[in-house]
């Protein structure tokens, strides 16, 4: 049996620790009723016996304090709101005991953002990490040796488990239910819960908003150009010559200041507008492939299934109520 011990953080969103709980002891319910023993030994651990959440409109009575807890198999670190660096400090006497657990044999998942506060242990220097994509570029500012997958749902690396963004984090815990538990109680958890089984990807749901808070006006000026132009096709010779950089130097700072290529970047403001035409016109494919600048029907195809994992029509389908 594992024991598992669920963190009750400062600024803890209540569902992320709810949920865990509830698919854990969920499975070893069904194990009970196949005279099974069950897998899930569970504790909220917390800095004190009750944490307050969400402006004190809840109380969490916690099992055990942090220094009681001796020896865990698995802690779940569960998404906290507010501001990221704010949230990590109210939540820094955690850090030193996950480091000494993961070291004593313990395996950690981070649910959503917080991530954060697993890549504050310096665990994650070096390996692979999901967050919520709408925090993309502020993990990526605080974390640079943290490689951010942002499409990915669920990352494992050494013992070191992350979630994509907000209720995906049910696929990191079926994925942790089959791991702990066998591939037939994760089944039996996603069909009790009524949960996609699998899921790998946040692509569709991504909303791309570019990185502009960095200090390099010639960039940021290159960038609005080409927000400014999404019918244009622009190349990056082009951008390169229009602010007096070489392209070489030009793609260099362009990377640097954005976390995307030129060429990627000029791609997903194009897929982003090509989303919207498609959640909320009645534009077939082609039209929408001309309004944002592509002549090419399998090139526009290729490039939005890159990035959002699903082809045009089978977004529109799956965002447009009118279709």
């Known amino acids: 049996m594992r024991h598992v011990s669920i963190l009750i953080t400062n600024e803890a969103v209540l569902a992320s620790i709810v949920d865990p709980r509830i698919i854990f002891t969920g499975v070893n319910d069904f194990l009970a009723a196949a005279g099974k023993p069950p897998a899930f030994n569970l504790q909220l651990v917390g800095l004190h016996k009750e944490v307050k959440l969400h402006g004190g409109l809840f109380s969490v009575h916690t099992d055990a304090v942090l220094s009681d807890v001796k020896k865990t198999d698995l802690i779940i670190i569960p998404a906290f709101g507010g501001d990221m660096a704010t949230s990590i400090k109210r939540n820094e006497e955690f850090i030193p005991w996950i480091v000494d657990q993961y070291y004593k044999g313990a395996e950690v998942a981070s649910l959503c953002v917080?991530?954060?506060?697993?890549a504050e242990t310096d665990l994650l220097n070096g390996k692979e990490c999901s967050t919520h994509w709408r925090f993309a570029n502020e993990f990526r500012e605080m974390f640079p040796d943290v490689t951010l997958v942002d499409d990915r749902i669920v990352t494992e690396q050494k013992g070191l488990y992350s979630s994509g963004g907000a209720t995906s984090y049910w696929n990191l815990?079926?994925?942790l239910v089959e791991k702990y538990a066998g591939r037939d109680m994760s089944i039996m958890a996603a069909k009790m819960f009524a949960?996609?089984?699998?899921?790998k990807s946040q692509s569709p749901f991504i909303m791309f908003n570019g990185?502009?808070?960095?200090e390099d006006e010639p960039i940021k000026k290159a960038q609005e150009f080409i927000e400014a132009n999404i019918t244009e096709k622009i190349s990056v010779e082009d951008l390169a010559m229009k602010y007096a950089i070489g392209k070489r130097h030009f793609e260099r700072r362009f990377k640097k200041a954005t976390n995307n290529s030129p060429l990627e970047y000029i791609q997903r403001v194009k897929m982003e507008a090509a989303k919207k035409h498609l959640e909320s016109s009645r534009k077939n494919v082609n039209e929408v492939m001309y309004d944002v600048g592509y002549s090419d029907t399998k090139a526009f195809r290729t490039v939005f299934k890159k990035i959002t994992g699903l082809s045009p029509v089978e977004y529109r389908n799956k965002y447009n109520k009118e279709s």
């Not at 949960?195 to 899921?199: G, P």
């Not at 990185?211 to 960095?214: A, E, S, V």
């Open 211 to 214: 990185q502009k808070t960095h």
């Open 195 to 199: 949960l996609e089984i699998d899921r």
């Open 173 to 175: 815990l079926l994925y």
């Open 114 to 118: 917080g991530a954060f506060l697993l």
